[in-house]
């Protein structure tokens, strides 16, 4: 027992200081630099922020780690960084991981056993752990004890470990694939993170401008935004892109260079990429607008299923450029009229 503890303590220690050098050298990168690190500064998601809030203090004024809270949205969002400013709200240590990289149960166990009393557990893609993994992951958060099973056959044995208190904050793209005993254990909730409007991703857009030292004009702005498909991520990589542009070109930041900057990238008014527009014409053009079945779409444009549904349908449903139907997918009369395509 004391050896099985000791090895796990030593694995923990290397994982502690894995992750410790990575937030370490975080700094020196410019998309840590654009992260918000107050509540003030984190715009949007409005909702999300006063529930959290109120959360906290309670907890805070109880003397009581937070309950285990859960976020779910498309990529870019700002789930990471409302973990993080969670750890700051509430002075806690954070220690980040993810679910592919939790492999083993004893990876999770020597993680679980070397956080302190009140720490922030941030699992990120917490829906790709594995089943077993998972299963001890269930006591861990509702009862504070890890039961580790010790040999195999009729030697086996279980121990079980008592946790700090701790705070799992977790976040996943896709909640459908989280089992529903898992998802029952947020009971400090599960948040969904919405969409940015055009105002919001204008106000993010300026305030990196401001940290990256970059003299924007207004319109150039509103164009970065208006194409960066309601995304923070999206639209600080346009703007960093765009801002390279006008850099090596020995121009200002202004809705001519923007609008350069962004055509290289394929990028067009509405935020299509190359790959975006591609589909819509191979829908059109080959069958007619559809309806086609997935696989067969995946076969004509050469991108996998998964691409296509995950990363190219929802930006393209939002627009209303698509369709999914019973039969398959469908171009609307929007998809023909931006690529200007006559309609038969």
């Known amino acids: 027992m004391k050896y099985f503890v000791k090895f796990m303590f ?16 975080s700094q020196h990168y410019l998309d840590q630099t654009l992260r918000p690190n107050t509540w003030d500064e984190y715009i949007g998601q409005e909702n999300i922020k006063k529930n959290l809030l109120i959360l906290l203090q309670a907890a805070q004024e109880r003397g009581h780690p937070a309950e285990h809270i859960l976020f779910y949205g498309p990529p870019g969002l700002g789930k990471t960084t409302l973990a993080n400013l969670i750890a700051k709200e509430t002075g806690r240590q954070i220690k980040i991981t993810s679910g592919p990289a939790i492999e083993k149960v004893g990876d999770l166990a020597s993680i679980l056993t070397n956080l302190s009393e009140g720490d922030i557990l941030f699992i ?17 958060m509702e009862s504070g004890v890890l039961d580790i099973i010790i040999g195999k056959g009729p030697s086996a044995r279980t121990i079980q470990l008592d946790l700090p208190p701790f705070t799992l904050v977790a976040a ?3 909640i459908s694939l989280l089992s529903a005993p898992l998802r029952s254990r947020f009971s400090g909730g599960v948040h969904r993170l919405e969409m940015y409007s055009q105002d ?37 990589y346009f703007l960093k892109r765009c801002r390279d542009y006008a850099q090596v070109h020995k121009g200002s930041l202004d809705t001519e260079n923007v609008k350069k900057a962004l055509q290289l990238l394929g990028v067009d008014e509405v935020g299509l990429f190359e790959s975006d527009r591609n589909l819509l014409r191979i829908l059109i053009e080959k ?3 559809g309806p086609v079945g997935l696989k067969t779409l995946a076969a004509a444009t050469g991108d996998e299923e998964s691409t296509i549904e ?15 139907t019973t039969r398959g997918r469908m171009a609307t009369e929007k998809a023909y009229s931006h690529l200007n395509i006559l309609q038969d």
């Open 10 to 25: 030593q694995k923990g220690l290397s994982v502690i200081i894995q992750n410790m050098s990575i937030e370490n050298s």
């Open 124 to 140: 990120d893609e917490i829906h790709r752990l594995n089943k077993s993994v998972e299963e001890v992951l269930y006591p861990a």
């Open 172 to 174: 996943t793209t896709r």
């Open 200 to 236: 919001e991703m204008e106000r993010i857009i300026h305030r990196s401008s401001q940290i990256l030292g970059v003299d924007t004009e207004r319109f150039a702005i509103e164009e970065i935004a208006r194409r960066a498909r309601s995304t923070p991520r999206t639209a600080n």
């Open 287 to 289: 069958f007619g607008g």
């Open 310 to 324: 995950d990363v190219m349908e929802p930006y393209l449903i939002q627009l209303g450029f698509l369709e999914r």
